[in-house]
């Protein structure tokens, strides 16, 4: 009676564990269709290959883009790839066993038809208990992102030439109307009328050398004012008939990039106040101009132009001057936001702090 209790228990058991297996089995099988379904019904291309490059297994999105069915397998997958892309993936097998993942590369593939396709290949190794097996690759179609990459490229290309037009264009407008005050200044006789066309004439020129600038810059949006001022002081000089052995000028600017909305009010101002030194500074015909500008942290900036003259009147107040130069000057200083000094330490020193507002 005891054996057949015993046998009866055995039987539970074995029917137990048997309906345990077919759980598992169950469950095992649920999964696998699972990742199936979602091995055959992902977008992109998923490939198993060996370390030779022979595909292995193969979802049916790779059939769809390269042509073949995957009942020819294994055909080498370098078999898409031109020669010199071949050897770019075969090094990168290579770096595989190394890296065990890989960031993606572009590659452009051959179809069954000859059709070059683009795509982006994520490249994994697989391993088994440590050791290397084979490896995943992921390829995604990215034909359609090329070409919308290519229209906006040309996109941007032709923004830029029509860019380059309108800033030549400004500057071209610019020169014809210095060359007409030119003209009208020929005819007057009046010198205080004289010095004030002239002097407007300068003031156009620097605005129209910004525009110059930017027109032969590889980046339109920005204008390097370092640049700027060699070709200002140049300009400035031969305007106001001064010798480069009689006054000096150091350019102590950093390598700065301001956009047009920053560029001509910090550009107008180093103009007008070179210019105020040139014309009031050196009685005796000699000295030197230092202009400064220096990033004190990000987006906060310091220009300062100082010269060794005679330096500003006593009790000179910037806010009452009656000359246009320092009257202009107070705009553009509020038009960067920035705040302004004018002192005389042995000369004259203008320092103006600003911060780009963005």
Known sequence: MKKDKNKDKTREQLIEELTTLQRRFAELEASEEKYRNLFEKVNDMILFLNFKGDIVEANKKVEEVSGYSRDVLPINVLKFLGPGQALKF???????????KLPPAEYTITNKEGKKIAVEITSTLLEFKGKPKGLMVVGRDISER?????RIKNSLKEKEVLLKEIHHRVKNNMQIISSLLSLQEMTLKDRTVQKMFRESQIRIRSMSLIHDKLYRSKDLTRINIGEYIDDLVIDLFRAYDIKPTSVTLENQVEKIYFDLDTAIPCCLIINELIANSLKHA??????HITVSLSENRSDKYTLII???GIGYPENYDYQDAQTLGFQLVPMFVKKLHGIMKAGSPGGAETKITFEIKT
């Open 90 to 100: 075969a090094r990168r097998l290579k770096n595989l066993k190394i890296k065990k």
């Open 282 to 287: 050196f009685p005796g015909g000699k000295g």
């Open 306 to 308: 100082r010269d060794n």
């Open 146 to 150: 090329k070409k919308a990459e290519k």
